[in-house]
């Protein structure tokens, strides 16, 4: 399910219960004006919380540390839970949990390699991803310098 904004609190319970994916568009809200999804009350409720773009012409957003930073500011989640929804709960809503979305043996090598000190800067760098990244590499391959 994605978006939330309006979410009942019957529907964190359900959401939580079924085991689905609560898949939070944190520029949507903003762009939009909108009251953030409740992602505290999903977490702190066992819901399995994923973060994404909404790449489209309200919400003209593809860049996911600035997604991640949204998602710190207006939805207060914390930097590691903001990583781990951008990344293995992603993974994990769209069917790929088990190869994709986490730097393991046995899984797909695709990750970032920064230049920074350490990686909350991806966050913390406002709009600044084409600075901090040094690398992106894709099914263990450089694709993009």
């Given at each position: ?9 019957e529907g964190?319970?359900?959401m939580?219960s079924?085991?689905s ?15 953030p999804p ?17 790449f ?10 600035m ?13 590691p839970?903001?990583?781990t ?49 040094r690398?992106?590499i894709?099914n ?6």
């Amino acid at each position: 399910m994605s978006h939330l904004e309006e979410i009942s609190d019957e529907g964190i319970c359900l959401m939580s219960s079924s085991g689905s994916v609560a898949v939070l568009l944190p520029s949507t809200a903003f762009i939009l004006r909108l009251t953030p999804p409740p992602a505290r009350k999903l977490i702190e409720n066992g819901v399995i919380v994923a973060l994404g773009s909404d790449f489209n012409p309200n919400a003209y957003c593809f860049a996911m540390p600035m997604i991640m930073h949204f998602a710190c500011v207006t939805m207060k989640l914390s930097m590691p839970e903001a990583l781990t929804a951008a990344t293995l709960n992603s993974a994990h809503s769209i069917g790929r949990g088990k190869t994709h979305g986490a730097i393991a043996k046995g899984r797909n090598a695709d990750f970032v390699i920064l230049s920074a000190n350490s990686w909350e800067h991806i966050i913390y760098r406002i709009a600044a991803h084409n600075d901090v990244i040094r690398h992106v590499i894709k099914n263990g391959n450089v694709v993009e310098v």
